[in-house]
Every structure is written in C-alpha cells, then in structure tokens.
C-alpha cells in the first residue's frame, strides 16, 4: 500500500532549520523539534512524496540498509500521524521531488521530541487577553 501524508496546516505550521524541523501546533501551543534526517524527510512528506518513494532515496543517497531507512521513516510517519500533525493526503503528490544532496556518512534516523512547556504562553491572545488594570498580555 502507498502511503502519502499530507500536513495539517489548519492546525499546524513549521518551519526548517539547518539541523532540525520546528512544528508548532498553533491551537494547543504544543510544540515539536524533528532532528536526524527529519529536515530531508519533512520537505518530501510537505510535498506529499510516497513514503516508500522516500525511504529508497534517503537509503540510496546515504549509503544505507533500505530495510533500515524504511522502518525509520515508518516510525516517524507513525508519530506525526498519532499527533495530527500528519494525515493521509487528500491531494496528489506536488509534481517532483525536492532533490537531496547525497551524504555518504551514514544514514541517521529521524528523531521526534515533544514540548508542551510553553502552552500558555504560545495560545496568549495578545487582543482579546488584555486587561487595562493588569497590563498585557494577561493570561
């Protein structure tokens, strides 16, 4: 069976970094950092690129076990999708590829962290929290 994701961007937005992919589920306030290979898989999963089709580049260009790579990725699909952040695409894939530079210093699994330290703070609502005695923001 193809699987292909597709982001909630209702509910969540990111942004990628050198290193890491930042996820910000803007209604609860949670937040994610994806690190490892997440930046390479985040913008083929964004593109809705199969996730087979991923998993056998990434294991191409890495020089590494395919079987490895795949059950990496499906772990990581596993974890978006259990969050929301991922849901099956409603759409076709985006027309090609991003294209990934090769890496032949080994393949290194995607990694997935949660935060929800700073919930109150990210769901302020700096207009209507505002009270004129206390200042602003008022949680």
Same mark, same amino acid.
């Given at each position: 069976?193809? %699987?292909? @994701?597709?982001?909630?961007?209702?509910?969540?937005?990111?942004?990628? @970094?050198?290193?890491? #992919?930042? #996820?910000?589920? !803007? =209604?609860?306030?949670?937040?994610?950092?994806?690190?490892? +290979?997440?930046?390479?898989?985040?913008?083929?999963?964004?593109?809705? %690129?199969? #996730? %087979?089709? =991923?998993?056998?580049?990434?294991?191409?260009?890495?020089?590494?076990?395919?079987?490895?790579?795949?059950?990496? !990725?499906?772990? $990581? +699909?596993?974890?978006? *999708?259990?969050?929301? =952040?991922?849901?099956?695409?409603?759409?076709?894939?985006?027309?090609?590829?991003?294209? !990934?530079?090769?890496? $032949?210093?080994? $393949?290194?699994?995607?990694? @997935?962290?949660?935060? #929800?330290?700073? %919930?109150?703070?990210?769901? *302020?609502?700096?207009?209507?929290?505002?009270?004129?005695?206390?200042?602003?923001?008022?949680?």
């Amino acid at each position: 069976m193809i %699987q292909v @994701f597709e982001v909630d961007s209702d509910r969540y937005a990111s942004e990628i @970094f050198e290193r890491e #992919v930042v #996820v910000l589920n !803007l =209604i609860e306030g949670t937040y994610y950092a994806l690190g490892g +290979s997440a930046n390479e898989i985040w913008m083929q999963l964004t593109a809705r %690129q199969p #996730v %087979q089709e =991923i998993a056998a580049e990434l294991a191409r260009l890495h020089g590494a076990p395919p079987a490895e790579v795949a059950a990496a !990725l499906e772990e $990581f +699909s596993k974890r978006l *999708l259990e969050e929301g =952040i991922l849901r099956p695409a409603t759409t076709p894939a985006d027309a090609a590829a991003i294209p !990934l530079a090769p890496h $032949f210093d080994g $393949f290194v699994p995607p990694t @997935f962290e949660k935060y #929800v330290d700073m %919930q109150d703070l990210l769901t *302020l609502d700096p207009i209507h929290d505002v009270d004129p005695k206390s200042g602003w923001p008022k949680t």
